[in-house]
């Protein structure tokens, strides 16, 4: 049922169908969104000579639908109503869960009507089927007949069938539905009053599971307004509660935020809540971790946002020079991640309904991945050279760091620079020194020797009562290439 790459699709196609050019079979691969039984069942319909480039979507799709068969609006209404839901139960056996008679009532057919239509759909490899459960797929099929089924029938109607008929499941599955018709403005319209004051949705910090999963849902076609909605609850009575680890929807709630963070717009006001929640939380947590999760969204790739290292380093600065022991702890777990040079993975979810989305901000060039380590290297160094509360631990989280800066991030400039800062003001760096000799020891014996000098150099200026602190500093010569370090 996962879609497939469109490469593969295409050359599926044309190892079943001879006939069909490359050009052609590549068109179909991307109108059937990766699913190879809709692109087989298209391909089907294609004649010997007969080529696909000047059709349009719209063709193809009627083409797909009706399959060289007469066409039948009672079938193509059928596909429109199922098509509201994400997936519909197909029982019809008294005592069963009356879905199909609700969309039933709400195509205007019989119970019978409809599963005869349900089943040539199938027949036609538009309608999938797992146990009990029925699905028109694939989704960029099911979201076209969607938009058609919102603006064929009256949204009164619909909606009446959904939220007051009381099939909680359907409900659900309709909302998961509305997620992916970001551009529809029927959807639009559902939405929005979905989350207005005296909506379905009005009240987030009173929503059960079922209204947790609805809001999940529907996030997509209106991140802006979601937003809002879970901000408002901070200014009600019970804000200190909801925003904690305890509510039992933390974890529902802290990843739709994660979601919202994607937009370099909203980063800031999504950073705020998270670490509300976040702070609420034992630092030794490692069940679905909110810290993990906020921690995430400051790494230099897979972090999921946008958001510029300013933005990042914004949020991280707030928290540091807060004089909050509990958010300063928490700023350093941030910048921690901004330091990050060497291993990144991510267990999260990168989709959000049918939004276009990548995992995150990704450098351009060297340049940019200068800019971002020298940016949190210098905010790291003034840290320490103010004697701020955190001194120590940030002295120790920049060593815990050498490794991957100097030899992934190469920032040689940067780490010699902070050295010096570091011993001209504390007098020592002992971590730092060890930093370094694992180092030479791990990744010496690969390195450029120029680059190679400059460390063993380091690792004798760091090198504790090696010399008085107060008659050393660094000199750069020729530019990033070399840089000696010696006594006046």
Not at 185 to 214: C, F, H, R
Request: aromatic share 10%.
């Amino acid at each position: 049922l996962e879609p497939a790459s469109i490469d593969m699709i295409a050359k599926l196609v044309q190892a079943r169908f001879g006939h069909i050019s490359q050009i052609d079979a590549r068109t179909i691969a991307e109108f059937s969104g990766g699913n190879a039984r809709i692109a087989l069942a298209l391909a089907r319909t294609v004649k010997l000579g007969e080529t696909l480039g000047h059709l349009k979507d719209e063709v193809l799709f009627k083409r797909l639908f009706w399959q060289r068969n007469e066409e039948d609006n009672t079938l193509l209404k059928t596909a429109e109503v199922c098509s509201l839901v994400y997936s519909f139960n197909c029982q019809t056996d008294e005592g069963a869960d009356p879905e199909l008679g609700l969309l039933s009532a709400l195509a205007g057919m019989s119970v019978r009507e409809m599963y005869a239509n349900i089943s040539e759909l199938k027949r036609r490899d538009l309608v999938q089927q797992r146990s009990i459960w029925r699905a028109v797929l694939p989704h960029a099929i099911a979201n076209r007949l969607a938009v058609r089924a919102l603006e064929n029938i009256p949204l009164n109607d619909i909606r009446q069938i959904f939220e007051a008929e009381g099939s909680e499941r359907l409900l659900k599955s309709f909302s998961r539905r509305l997620g992916y018709l970001h551009q529809c403005e029927a959807a639009q319209s559902i939405v929005k009053d979905w989350l207005s004051p005296d909506g379905l949705l009005g009240d987030i910090s009173s929503l059960d599971t079922q209204g947790i999963n609805l809001l999940t849902n529907i996030a997509p076609v209106d991140p802006e307004m979601t937003l809002l909605a879970i901000e408002k609850v901070a200014t009600q009575v019970n804000a200190q509660q909801f925003f904690t680890r305890p509510n039992s929807c933390c974890v529902e709630i802290t990843r739709l935020i994660r979601h919202l963070a994607y937009d370099e717009e909203f980063f800031n006001r999504c950073a705020q809540l998270l670490y509300h929640f976040a702070l609420s939380e034992n630092p030794k947590e490692n069940i679905n971790s909110i810290r993990n999760l906020l921690k995430s969204l400051f790494y230099l790739y897979l972090s999921g946002t946008h958001a510029t290292a300013e933005q990042r380093l914004q949020v991280i600065r707030e928290l540091a020079e807060s004089n909050n022991q509990d958010k300063m702890e928490l700023a350093l777990e941030l910048l921690d991640a901004a330091l990050e040079a060497d291993h990144f993975s991510s267990f999260y979810d990168f989709e959000f309904g049918a939004r276009p989305r990548d995992f995150g901000y990704l450098p351009k060039n060297g340049e940019e991945i200068c800019h971002w380590f020298r940016l949190f290297i210098e905010y790291t160094s003034s840290l320490v050279v103010a004697d701020s509360k955190v001194a120590s631990e940030v002295k120790a989280l920049l060593a815990n760091n050498f490794r991957g800066l100097w030899v992934r991030a190469g920032m040689f400039d940067e780490l010699e620079n902070v050295a010096g800062d570091l011993m001209r003001r504390t007098g020592s760096w002992n971590e730092g020194w060890i930093a370094v000799r694992k180092t030479l020891r791990l990744d010496g014996k690969d390195m450029n020797p120029i680059i190679l000098a400059r460390l063993v150099d380091l690792e004798k200026a760091l090198k504790p009562d090696s010399f008085p602190d107060e008659h050393f500093r660094f000199r750069r010569c020729y530019g990033r290439s070399k840089s000696f370090l010696f006594k006046d």
